[in-house]
């Protein structure tokens, strides 16, 4: 391999893509290669890979080697033949596994949907529908005797995350040998209760941030100093929380109709609190006194369709801005997915580069249609889940490094497109996050934070314009503002978003994991 071409090879190495580079270089080399073709690094074309012709679905795992000249040769031209070679093509046909340390002869077709055995060596020529295995290879069965008799032992766990995975495979080995692994019987896996009490804290800090402060920014043009960005702490866990648990790999999309299930699945998740919560705040707005934050009819029309964004047209609440950045977030994850995509790097570096191209042009800027400003603190929460998931052995991109260059960028686009204040912010809040995942951060288990954060969805989406006009009340009332009118006012806005969880969220989370 040429100087340019290890360079290569090591870029595509750092991000994964050190099996796109090995196909390349088949192809490039003379080889014929099939559609949907899984190529594990350690595998070996030979001389001649213009010699090989690979079909579509075939999967050449590690430490296969494919041999297209008689080496023995060598012995003959000491003894007369000089210079001689024998070369033999090599066909794999459609639907093929080729198992581990396998080697492949010249001279040798294997059939379609055929499956070839670990370390076996096939000298000879496999017919369509064949299991082989052996050295040499034999054909032990059909492809349908092999199907007859896998179908009943077979598991379905590709859809699961490594932890599920596990869970799953320990508790099916305690009913098939009637008794309870160890690992089941000292460890019951069990909810990350941190991250749900952090959310909690997160939603404290946002409520505090509007009521306290927002209010008086907003209609008093003052503010309290040390509560400047005191919101964006809240928001930055949220973000956080929000890409990591969008990141999770329980799920696997596979076809275009997956794809649309999967959104739906989160818009039925989503949409109805949102409706209840935009609906109120509507129909208040119309009643009670909220200068410069009350829309028309046709305004909550949008609103209710989520097109408001798309068109530049107000927020029944400012803060429903939130919703939009996470369904862009969980759309474009779900498109890498469908893509195969999700689990690379490059593809989070192309997401930041798309999200300049769009600021840089002006279009759909205020919709966040790619995550807008956010997307820098969006990509660090998937790689630092990206990160977890390797750590714990569940992870499908081993590249630590392709992660590390994403986060790095992801930090320099956040100073230049939410300044240096949010980016300490990032800085400050991710390794709380991080112990928080971890579950070394026991402050979060407090029972008060973990039901704040179950109740945060509601919290947050009625909190703002609503909190505003109770704010307007009281101040009429009191013939001024103090600070006993925010405390007030805080309380009753988590009061009235823990009533519409129990009331809308919680039977909505119930229908949709029964």
Known sequence: MSLLGKIRYRIYSIFNMDVAFRKEKFIQGGGKLGVDCEIYPDVEFGSEPYMITIGNHVRITNGVRFVTHDGGVWVLRNLGLENADIFGKIEIGDNVHIGWNAII??????????????????????????????????????????????????????????EKKKDYLMKKNMENDNMEPIAIKNKKKKKNTQIEGLRGVAILIIVVFHIFDRFQQIYFERSIVWMNNFGTFGTTIFLLISAFLLMSPSQTICTFREAVNAFLKKLVRLWPCYAVCVTITFLLSRVLYLPERTVGWGDYLFNILLLNRFFNIPFVDGAHWYLGVLLSATTILIVLDLLKLKNNPVAYLVWIGLEILVDFCGIFKEAYILGGPFVGCICIGISIRAMYENSIGGGQNKNTGGWIIVILSSLMYTVWARGVVCTLEILIVAPVFILTIFEKAKIFDFKVFRKLGENSYPVYLIHQNVGFMLEWLLIEHFNGWNYFIPTTVFIISLAIGTIIFYLVERPIQKWIKG
């Open 105 to 162: 002869m010249p001279n040798v077709s294997i059939g379609n949907n055929c499956v070839i055995g670990a370390g076996a060596v096939v000298t000879k020529s496999i017919p369509d529908n064949s299991v082989a295995v052996g050295v040499p290879a034999k054909v032990i069965e059909s492809i349908d005797e092999y199907y007859a008799k896998a179908q009943n032992k077979c598991v379905y766990t590709k859809t699961l995350s490594w």
